[in-house]
């Protein structure tokens, strides 16, 4: 049906847009603990510069979560799996931006930008279910991936988790706007309720060869 595809562009594109504020969120961060003062005025402002892009970008993925789950047929890992994410990621930001009052969170913490990154990396690989035998789709979902593993070095060369958040946005930027892309150019193909025409095998062929 149509409305269902029309409907799945407006989730890919609220998709894109939250991605995009939360690499604006991630840049605001890195800037706010470069030049942070419990009684500056320009810290403050730069604190609630970084609320507005978190809460704008939260409400954007949640609304794009919807519209992906209510239109695409099946793909039932990747719409839990991306709800867990929106969570996770929202719980992450929440403590990045109040650590300093914080006790428990450790920012810098090894076993806490492994353990984001690689269930980062896992949700991206649950997109492939969107059209899982298209070697170019395969190919951007893998490069994706690759990108959010890369997030935990961050933690290596001494940079707060803010860096994993940080690449994790780009990953889904890019995957977003790929998917964007592809559909534009029907090189893959979403099929949502009410079609009729196609149904798809929900399986990667990506390591087969």
């Known amino acids: 049906m149509e409305d269902m595809h029309k409907k799945l562009g407006y989730g890919l594109n609220l998709g894109l ?8 969120f991630s840049a605001v961060c890195y800037i706010y603990y470069l ?13 609630i510069t970084a609320y507005v892009f978190e809460f704008s970008g939260f409400a954007s993925l ?8 209510k239109t695409a047929r099946m793909r039932n890992w990747l719409k839990i799996g991306f709800t867990a994410y929106i969570i996770t990621e929202a719980v992450m930001m929440t403590l990045e931006l109040n650590s300093y009052r914080i ?3 450790e920012p810098y913490s090894m076993l806490l930008a492994i ?18 035998d298209k070697k170019p789709y395969e190919v951007i ?24 958040i940080f690449t994790n946005a780009i990953a889904f930027t890019l995957l977003f706007a ?17 079609d009729r025409a196609r149904v798809a095998e929900y399986k990667s062929t990506f390591f087969e060869e």
């Open 178 to 194: 790929s998917i964007k892309y592809m559909l534009k150019r029907e090189i893959i193909e979403i099929d949502c309720y009410g």
């Open 62 to 69: 949640i609304v794009s979560d919807i519209l992906i789950s």
């Open 17 to 24: 847009a939250g991605n995009i504020m939360f690499i604006i």
């Open 103 to 105: 006790d428990f969170y």
């Open 115 to 132: 353990i984001h990154s690689v269930f980062s990396a896992a949700v991206c690989f649950s997109f492939l279910t969107l059209d899982p």
């Open 141 to 164: 979902t893998i490069i994706c991936i690759g990108i959010m593993l890369g997030g935990m070095m961050g933690n290596v060369i001494g940079i707060r988790i803010y860096f994993s």
């Open 35 to 47: 030049i942070y003062k419990p009684d500056s005025t320009f810290s403050k402002i730069l604190e």
